[in-house]
């Protein structure tokens, strides 16, 4: 008899069990029902809030927030699918000088946040910085009124540095399709005298088209997320207009229901990118995979393949790299700032708590749902994704106002019966910070482990069970040991996040306490990059880290 996984067993199986208490089971729905309690929170607020100001927003601001917020997006993920996926095909398809080293340097502008990139181009490019500074001297201009130059500070700016930003990850998945296409279905539209271009447009791009989707829909949900780089540039977008309506007009019904807006349109996005790739399959009809041969580049059609490349990687690196380590450099003493040093290690205390925490939970739901193979749980571990198309300022919103409702019920009942004032323990802490954290970023822990305990035989789970080992034992002698490098990877990109993470930590953070983000934000906010560049450059440092791993699991 062949021995089989819990999960897989006939739902007959469980009738006995489920007469019983199942503490994994509740575990389970526990971990889900806390992952989804900020998503219900800003629904429920937004539907009942104290004070309605709806028609105001629609007739006032909702608008303008909506429409920029629309253009943001569509000209950021119009522009990051012809940067990722046009770099993509060339070092798929194409063999030219530096190609492999171009292959996995495209790879690193994921480490720079996009409010960084905002920072240095603005530093680069404003009337003081190299840029104008040498142009004025070069052709003897005394000032801004003897030339004209673009203005900086505007959408045109914004769309290109989170494009910059955010076209690796259309890059990673068209090069991931581009290489998976078959040599064959190249060689008959070569053998039919279709060109270059068109065997691009005809077979290539369709067939990578459900990847290209996937990209684009994750770099529209990361620029309705963002909050540094629209607020530097002054676009107003429905997460700037999270941060006014709550904390300038002090509405926070009214929050919740710009926030169910970007919930909304999130929504839409992931609901049109599965829609997208379950109209468009493709299958490999062949029974010998062989891959596409690279066409060999010299001379002009070498160079300019690498310089089509060099742009992308000098527009979302170099560029902001070399403007921080600039500024790093001039301001050495800013290294021993107390401040910075706070910074860190709050970061890296939040963080590292938030990461092990979100694994841990991840781990534990993805084994309880197997165990189990009850509806409930099964049906509730997809669900707890959404936390991370949700934008940090919308769990924000969720997490905060609920999480201090409750502080005062609990502080007034010590009050009551001890006398002591304690003051704010769940807000007045970083304990918010961590759960936002924790939800935001859960979609990757729970992924990580289920695609790890995936790949672990269920015999051997039933055959430690035979041997009389509990469920908890199972975990920790047979999966752990198994799964060892995928939680550390986890844990680490968890980790990365939650560093890069702005919207929810300034919405989250107790008083005076500071992130790296947050620094980072509050000195260039104040026009002191010099102040800002060490967190800046530890910043760039821990993504680096992640990239690294990302690079190495891609090979």
């Known amino acids: ?43 429920w607020i937004a539907a009942f809030p104290t004070d309605n100001i709806w028609p105001h927003l629609l007739s006032t ?43 996995w340097l495209l790879l690193l502008p994921l480490a720079i946040p996009a409010y960084i990139g905002a920072y240095a181009l603005v530093d680069f490019l404003e009337y003081a910085g190299p840029v104008q500074t040498t142009l004025r001297e070069l052709m003897g201009w ?94 107003q977008t429905l997460t700037t207009g999270i941060f006014s309506v709550w904390l300038e007009s002090n509405n926070a019904g009214g929050a919740a229901q710009i926030a169910s807006v970007v919930l909304a349109l999130v929504i839409i996005l992931v609901t049109l990118e599965k829609s997208s790739r379950r109209k468009l399959r493709f299958f490999n009809l062949s029974t010998r995979f062989r891959p596409v041969a690279r066409v060999r580049l010299g001379g002009t059609a070498g160079l300019l393949a690498l310089a089509s490349c060099l742009v992308p990687f000098l527009m979302g690196f170099i560029l902001p790299t070399g403007v921080i380590m600039s500024h790093a450099l001039a301001n050495l003493e800013e290294w021993n700032n107390p401040a910075l040093i706070r910074a860190t ?67 007034d009942t010590v009050e009551a019966v001890t006398g002591r004032n304690i003051g704010l323990i769940l807000t007045g802490s970083s304990f918010a910070l961590i759960l936002a954290y924790c939800v935001r970023f859960f979609a990757i822990a729970q992924g990580a ?21 509990n469920n908890a034992q199972v975990l920790g ?29 300034l919405l989250l953070r107790p008083f005076n306490y500071d992130t790296l983000a947050t620094r980072v934000h509050e000195q260039a906010s104040l026009e002191n990059l010099g102040d800002a560049s060490p967190a800046a450059l530890l910043v760039i440092f821990v993504g680096l880290c992640a990239v690294g791993l990302l690079a190495r699991a891609n090979r």
């Open 1 to 43: 008899m062949t021995l089989a996984d819990p999960a897989t067993r006939p739902q007959g199986a469980h009738a006995l069990r489920r007469k019983h208490f199942n503490p994994w089971s509740l575990g389970a729905i526990v971990i889900a029902g806390v992952v989804l309690a900020p998503i219900v929170a800003v629904l």
């Open 61 to 103: 601001t909702l608008p303008r927030y909506m429409s920029n917020t629309l253009v943001l997006m569509l000209c950021v993920g119009l522009l990051t699918a012809m940067v990722g996926t046009g770099a993509a095909w060339l070092v798929s398809r194409y063999d030219f000088v530096g190609r492999r080293w171009m292959e």
């Open 142 to 235: 005394q000032t801004s009124r003897d030339y004209w130059f673009p203005e900086i500070r505007s959408m045109g700016a914004a769309v290109i540095v989170l494009a910059a930003a955010l076209y690796p990850y259309v890059y990673l998945l068209a090069r991931a399709a581009f290489r998976e296409q078959s040599g064959s279905a190249e060689e008959v539209a070569q053998s039919l005298g279709a060109g270059a271009l068109q065997r691009f447009w005809r077979v290539g791009l369709p067939m990578a088209r459900p990847a290209i989707a996937a990209g684009v829909a994750i770099v529209m949900m990361e620029t309705v997320n963002d909050f540094g780089t629209v607020d530097y540039f002054a676009v």
């Open 345 to 411: 290690l709050n970061t890296l205390t939040v963080g590292g708590i938030a990461a092990v925490v979100t694994v841990l939970a991840g781990l534990f739901l993805v084994y309880s749902v197997r165990l189990s193979g009850r509806t409930l749980p099964r049906l509730l571990l997809p669900v707890t994704t959404i936390g991370y198309a949700a934008p940090g300022a919308v769990l924000g919103v969720g997490i905060l106002i609920p999480l201090a409702m409750a502080d005062h019920a609990i502080a």
């Open 449 to 469: 482990a289920d695609a790890a305990m995936g790949r672990v035989s269920p015999n051997l789970a039933l055959a430690a069970r035979s041997l009389g080992r």
């Open 477 to 505: 002698a047979v999966y752990a040991p198994l799964i060892r490098a995928s939680v550390a990877s986890a844990l680490l990109l968890v980790f990365v996040d939650c560093v890069k993470e702005l919207p929810a930590t």
